[in-house]
């Protein structure tokens, strides 16, 4: 069983900043995708990255905003998270999958147990 954890989540406010980290073993045999559940939503991807980082995806919420990057050498997956608003607020997911197609749910086949992120004054 494939092992995603997340970390790095918590309370910031309204214009900060958030890392949050995805950890996967054998990284470089995945693409990786974020997502997140927010308050009264569905789950929505955020942002995915493919294999050796070749190809980036992003929402068009977090574009400017967000940047996801990987260290393979350190099995890391990162997402930089800029200028958060409180619409941010939620619990983001970790993915991992053998192929990246469209950055959809159906993409990723282990998923970690979520870090929450709560955008507030």
């Known amino acids: 069983q494939l092992q995603v954890v997340e970390s790095g989540g918590g309370l910031v406010q309204p214009g900060g900043s958030l890392t949050l980290s995805c950890a996967v073993s054998?990284?470089?045999?995945?693409?990786i995708g974020w997502f997140r559940q927010t308050p009264g939503k569905e789950r929505e991807a955020v942002s995915c990255?493919?294999?050796?980082?070749?190809?980036?995806r992003y929402a068009d919420f977090v574009k400017g905003r967000f940047t996801i990057s990987r260290d393979d050498f350190k099995n890391t997956v990162h997402l930089e998270m800029n200028r958060l608003k409180p619409e941010d607020t939620g619990v983001y997911y970790c993915?991992?999958?053998?192929?990246?197609?469209?950055?959809?749910?159906?993409?990723?086949?282990?998923w970690g147990q979520g870090t929450r992120v709560t955008v507030s004054s």
């Open positions: 054998g990284l470089d045999y995945f693409a």
């Open positions: 993915a991992a999958g053998p192929l990246m197609k469209l950055c959809e749910a159906q993409d990723f086949t282990s």
């Open positions: 990255i493919s294999k050796w980082g070749g190809t980036t």
